[in-house]
């Protein structure tokens, strides 16, 4: 198993395009509204831009909205310690665009997390919930909270041994008794991969070990989504029985079933990269980071998984790039509407912001420039408000160091 410091180099090595360098030092950047370039008159809004060092930077993980219009998130890297180019910050902007680290990451030192990668969650008091991908007190990642009053308290810290997990790459879903429920990228009895349960105590059990063979999945990198029986669903990355990936169920009893094996083919998607949501009736829904184009490569699909197994691809990006390649998970609104992020290519080749419609028309909402006005490569999705705005964040553009956003129907 890799330790916690070669588990961060490669994190970043896929998670940060290989482009051009920043123009100098970020400036901290006014909300500004720009035209959307896009097929629809679109609002964009620069929410704001981060400067690298202390104020943070590489938010891949997006941001979750309160009932205020506050924004929540975290960036993999800056902050107050050292680790390298620091160990990630936790941060809120609000409606104005004033933004506040409300945490910096210590790292494995001092027994904090290191290098947090995914979305935040609630509960009912406001206190925040999430996960580092290293760091704590064996470098193999963490779960955390932050209360109301700002501090900081480490729930669980992964040991990859004896069948433990390592490496959650994605965040957690809590249920009604404040239980936290989210997957490791290796660990677990075959090394590869868990699904966990850390109760209110503290107490980490591993509901299920990825077997990565017999059509199993391997390595979960998004988190799980629950049901209102208490079923969890997700994604790997590997596995299955070509594998490119699986959508996998894991029941109150632990036991997993396969919903569905990608393959990779031209109707069908492979290596989902990125987590679920769920409808009324459920059906799953989310992307593959490629296949839809056959096995050598494709730009990436937007898919559907009914409840008794059955996938439908509702969407494959074009060759062309023209809408996007490699989409980042999508959320759904009331009228079936899908809203998701491209991380590469569309009209500038930084990334975009999409809509799938249910008749299967898609629509790019916005098309990122990377430049000072609004950044790119989001390596996140997008969150909704009440009235249908967007939210999300970008890791790169030329100020270099990332962005949080906003686009207005």
Not at 21 to 48: C, D, E, K, M, N
Not at 109 to 125: I, T
């Amino acid at each position: 198993m890799n330790s916690g410091t070669q588990q961060g180099s490669w994190f970043f090595r896929i998670h940060r395009k290989a482009a051009g360098a920043a123009l100098g030092l970020g400036i901290v950047l006014a909300p500004a509204v720009v035209a959307s370039r896009s097929v629809q008159a679109q609002t964009f809004t620069l929410r704001y831009t981060f400067t690298g060092g202390m104020d943070g930077s590489t938010p891949v993980g997006g941001v979750i909205l309160d009932a205020a219009g506050n924004l929540y998130g975290t960036t993999s890297e800056g902050g107050n310690f050292a680790c390298s180019k620091g160990c990630g910050t936790l941060f809120k902007v609000d409606g104005v665009g004033n933004k506040t680290v409300l945490h910096s990451f210590a790292g494995t030192g001092a027994g904090d997390g290191e290098y947090p990668n995914a979305a935040l969650v609630w509960d009912g008091q406001g206190n925040l919930y999430g996960t580092t991908v290293v760091g704590g007190a064996s470098g193999y990642g963490t779960v955390f909270k932050l209360d109301t009053t700002g501090k900081e308290t480490v729930l669980d810290s992964f040991s990859g041994a004896g069948g433990d997990g390592a490496f959650p790459l994605g965040g957690v879903v809590r249920d009604e008794q404040g239980n936290l429920y989210g997957t490791t990228e290796v660990g677990g009895t075959s090394n590869c991969g868990t699904v966990f349960k850390l109760d209110t105590t503290g107490r980490e059990t591993v509901l299920y070990s990825f077997a990565g063979m017999g059509g199993d999945g391997r390595s979960p990198w998004a988190g799980v989504v629950r049901d209102g029986l208490g079923n969890l669903y997700g994604t790997t990355v590997g596995g299955g029985v070509s594998d490119l990936g699986t959508v996998f169920k894991v029941d109150t009893t632990g036991k997993e079933t396969v919903l569905h094996s990608f393959t990779g083919t031209v109707v069908d998607g492979a290596q989902p990269m990125t987590g679920l949501v769920l409808d009324t009736n459920g059906n799953l829904y989310g992307t593959t980071n490629s296949g839809g184009r056959g096995i050598d490569g494709g730009n990436g699909a937007v898919f559907k998984v009914s409840k008794a197994g059955r996938e439908t691809v509702l969407y494959r990006f074009p060759a062309t790039g023209a809408n996007g390649i490699h989409p980042r998970g999508v959320v759904r609104d009331a009228q079936g509407n899908l809203y998701g992020t491209t991380v590469f290519h569309g009209a500038f080749g930084w990334g975009t912001v999409f809509k799938r419609a249910p008749t299967g028309k898609l629509t790019v909402l916005y098309n990122f420039t990377g430049g000072n006005a609004d950044g790119g490569d989001p390596y996140a999705g997008v969150v909704q408000d009440s009235q249908g705005n967007l939210y999300g964040t970008t890791s790169a553009g030329a100020v270099g160091y990332g962005t949080v956003f906003k686009i207005t129907p």
